[in-house]
């Protein structure tokens, strides 16, 4: 069985430019996760999707980040402007369901914003 | 607003002792579940409890609930320096907000 996929693995932009990350989740899977980690934490929850449904985006900062999940498979997440503390990886999980179930991560993706 | 808290923040062992890690939180959960993370990389699900449940165990695993605590704990038998990483609680609380602790950083030494 595949796993989660991700990309790019690694990304190095400039502040107030933008950058998108994409996710692939394991098949059949009606839930995926976007989570912000950055080093020396714990990941943060930015946004979670059932299908292409938003269940909860509630710590997503919406005025410069945005998600989409259009067909309820692929994801992408998008940051417009880029901040300097957005420098972290950014982590897709999925799930057969929302609530009580193991998430299956991808390998993440690291951005550096300068 | 955090969620719980994960003690201690780091743990340094010789191969072959056990590890134990400590999880609270705060509002009542759902189920509780732990996480490992190799340097570098995604994370990896160990075990998930729910709030009915007081232990269970998974190979050299052990996780233990005690909800009137608001507390978890894991243990790691006979720990091998494989079992370098870090660990994370995830707590999907009775309102299903899902929040991870800080980790704890375990080193086992060889």
């Known amino acids: 069985e595949a796993g989660v996929a991700q990309s790019p693995r690694y990304k190095i932009i400039e502040k107030r430019q933008s950058v998108a990350f994409w996710c692939n989740p394991i098949s059949g899977h009606a839930t995926l996760y976007w989570y912000q980690q950055i080093l020396g934490q714990g990941p943060k929850l930015l946004i979670q999707?059932?299908?292409?449904?938003?269940?909860?985006d509630s710590q997503l900062p919406k005025d410069r980040f945005s998600a989409e999940r259009l067909k309820g498979v692929d994801s992408t997440l998008k940051i417009q402007p880029a901040k300097l503390e957005d420098s972290a990886v950014y982590l897709c999980?999925?799930?057969?369901?929302?609530?009580?179930?193991?998430?299956?991560f991808g390998p993440g993706t690291r951005l550096l914003v300068l | 607003s955090q969620q719980g808290e994960e003690d201690p923040q780091a743990l340094s062992i010789q191969e072959g002792e056990n590890a134990t890690m400590n999880c609270s939180y705060k509002t009542s959960i759902n189920n509780l579940q732990w996480y490992r993370q190799n340097s570098g990389r995604g994370l990896v699900h160990l075990i998930l409890i729910r709030s009915n449940e007081r232990e269970k165990h998974s190979g050299r695993l052990r996780v233990t609930l005690d909800t009137s605590k608001k507390s978890s704990s894991l243990l790691i038998t006979a720990s091998r320096a494989a079992d370098t990483a870090s660990y994370f609680c995830?707590?999907?609380?009775?309102?299903?907000?899902?929040?991870f602790g800080e980790g704890t950083q375990l080193t086992v030494n060889p």
């Open positions: 995830f707590q999907e609380t009775s309102g299903s907000r899902l929040t």
């Open positions: 999707f059932q299908n292409n449904g938003v269940v909860d």
């Open positions: 999980a999925s799930s057969l369901q929302p609530l009580g179930e193991t998430q299956y």
